[in-house]
């Protein structure tokens, strides 16, 4: 599974963003899918995850309530929809599929295939 990561940029505090993470190969739609993150100075954390149909969803606390994960299989994609954007939302953004389990973790270790990260900058 090869997975590219999207939708990262510039975005004033209270802003929007939407990141896309598509994946080539047949096992997406039956993977837990996660969004991670990681600051400058920081390690990587978990943000959000999807079990394989979207039937449960999963999300750290300080995001709960302002980003949204979702997924479409025909498409093999996963998004993460983010609103209300703070300026400690900046970090780079990974996307991480793991065909073999069926709850999300929030576990990095937990999950083969990462994409290559894209950029989010919320500025005050």
């Known amino acids: 599974v090869q997975l590219q990561a999207s939708g990262g940029g510039l975005v004033q505090a209270g802003g929007s963003l939407r990141l896309s993470c598509a994946a080539s190969?047949?096992?997406?739609?039956?993977?837990?899918s996660g969004w991670f993150r990681q600051a400058p100075g920081k390690e990587r954390e978990f943000v959000s995850g999807?079990?394989?149909?979207?039937?449960?969803?999963s999300y750290v606390d300080s995001v709960k309530g302002r980003f949204t994960i979702s997924r479409d299989n025909a498409k093999n994609t996963v998004y993460l929809q983010m609103n209300s954007l703070k300026p400690e939302d900046t970090a780079v953004y990974y996307c991480?599929?793991?065909?073999?389990?069926?709850?999300?973790?929030?576990?990095?270790?937990?999950?083969?295939?990462w994409g290559q990260g894209t950029l989010v900058t919320v500025s005050s």
């Open positions: 190969g047949r096992t997406f739609s039956s993977s837990v």
């Open positions: 999807i079990n394989w149909n979207g039937g449960r969803t």
């Open positions: 991480a599929v793991d065909p073999r389990m069926w709850a999300v973790s929030m576990r990095e270790r937990d999950y083969v295939y």
